[in-house]
Structure formats: structure tokens, C-alpha cells
T-cell receptor, first 115, second 110 residues
Framework: KQEVTQIPAALSVPEGENLVLNCSFT??????LQWFRQDPGKGLTSLLL?????REQTSGRLNASLDKSSGRSTLYIAASQPGDSATYLC??????????????FGKGTLLTVNP | EADIYQTPRYLVIGTGKKITLECSQT?????MYWYQQDPGMELHLIHY???????EKGDLSSESTVSRIRTEHFPLTLESARPSHTSQYLC?????????FGPGTRLTVL
């Protein structure tokens, strides 16, 4: 059974700092990995999607990497801003035919960027 | 603009009431999903649909039911709400490759 772990559970940084969020998964047979952002009481906003054949994806100040063989992904946020404060979730999609629709989520990292 | 909508956003209701949480998407996706999320916990899939008239239960057992009569609409119903149903319910739609989420419904059953 796939398990997704996110470390740290919470992170507080001053504005302007670069930071890294970590995601690990136990089964490397994944189709892709998706990073989401969730604001309090809100739904999920997709940030980056990395296919299993890719090593990284970039969008603005965000860069996500994927090392499928070691079961790890990182989300790098450059020059953090107070508006980046949210919970960041990673989710993996299995590479197993009939169960391909099932995302497995981590519990998330609660990020606070202090002005 | 293509989007996914959920109503109501917040619902406080008494035990024993029947409730329906609405979810609609304008992206033409065949696949739709319902997740349940308790505070500080992971999302758990409770229902999914591959298309019209196709619904299946997810990994987390739920007393709720769903229907998919139209591609764009995937409502979730609780026949008799209980305090244990208090949670956030997130609807999503997507392709085989990616899922897009609605804003969620925060349900509180007193």
C-alpha cells in the first residue's frame, strides 16, 4: 500500500528566505506526482505536476524535483513571501492500470512566511 | 472560464437531517471524485465516477451516496446526518493525468 510522508509537518520562515519542502513515497511505481497548495478552509490548487519520466518542473518561484527510484520529491520555493503561507500537499498517482485514478496524499506541510 | 463549483461552502445542520452537497464542473471531464478531509489529516477518497451512470466507492468507507446523471454534475447525499459526518468534503474532476479541486464544503452536524 502506497504511503506518502511529508516533512516537516510545519515550517515558519522569515520573508525572502528560500525553502525546501520534502515528500517521500514508499512505492516507486508511480504515474506522476502532483504538488498542491491549500489555504485554510479552501480547496486544493494544483501547483506543479511531474510525470514519472521527468526530473523536475518549474513555475515561477516554484521548482519541484522527482527522484522516482528513491521515492522522493522536493518543492523548492524561492524568495518566499507572506502570500505563500498555506499548507502544501503532495500526491502520487499509481502506475497500475485500474487504480490509476487513486491519488494518495500526504498530510501536508503547513508553511508560515513571516513579514 | 472552466471551473469546478461546490455549494454550499458551509453547512451547519442538526442530526438526522438529509443533506445534499452539490458539485459541478464546466471542464467537460468524465472523471469526478469526492474526498473527505478532517483537520490536519490526509484527503481520503470516498467516491469516484468515470462517467455518466458510473459510480464507485473509494478507499474510505462512507455512509454517503452519489449519483452521476449528467457529466457536469456529481452530488453527494447523506440520508441522515450524524456528528461523525462533520468534516470538509472536497469535490474534484479531471483526466487520467491530473485532478482539479473545488473550494470544498465544510459540514458541521450538531
Amino acid at each position: 500500500k502506497q504511503e506518502v510522508t511529508q516533512i516537516p509537518a510545519a515550517l515558519s520562515v522569515p520573508e525572502g528566505e528560500n525553502l525546501v519542502l520534502n515528500c517521500s513515497f514508499t512505492d516507486s511505481a508511480i504515474y506522476n506526482l502532483q504538488w498542491f497548495r491549500q489555504d485554510p478552509g479552501k480547496g486544493l490548487t494544483s501547483l506543479l505536476l511531474i510525470q514519472s519520466s521527468q526530473r523536475e518542473q518549474t513555475s515561477g518561484r516554484l521548482n519541484a524535483s522527482l527522484d522516482k527510484s528513491s521515492g522522493r520529491s522536493t518543492l523548492y520555493i524561492a524568495a518566499s513571501q507572506p502570500g505563500d503561507s498555506a499548507t502544501y500537499l503532495c500526491a502520487v498517482r499509481p502506475n497500475s492500470g485500474g487504480s490509476n485514478y487513486k491519488l494518495t496524499f500526504g498530510k501536508g506541510t503547513l508553511l508560515t512566511v513571516n513579514p | 472560464e472552466a471551473d469546478i463549483y461546490q455549494t454550499p461552502r458551509y453547512l451547519v445542520i442538526g442530526t438526522g437531517k438529509k443533506i445534499t452537497l452539490e458539485c459541478s464542473q464546466t471542464m467537460g471531464h468524465d472523471k469526478m471524485y469526492w474526498y473527505q478531509q478532517d483537520p490536519g489529516m490526509e484527503l481520503h477518497l470516498i467516491h469516484y465516477s468515470y462517467g455518466v451512470n458510473s459510480t464507485e466507492k473509494g478507499d474510505l468507507s462512507s455512509e454517503s451516496t452519489v449519483s452521476r446523471i449528467r457529466t457536469e454534475h456529481f452530488p453527494l447525499t447523506l440520508e441522515s446526518a450524524r456528528p461523525s459526518h462533520t468534516s470538509q468534503y472536497l469535490c474534484a474532476s479531471g483526466t487520467w493525468n491530473e485532478q482539479f479541486f473545488g473550494p470544498g464544503t465544510r459540514l458541521t452536524v450538531l
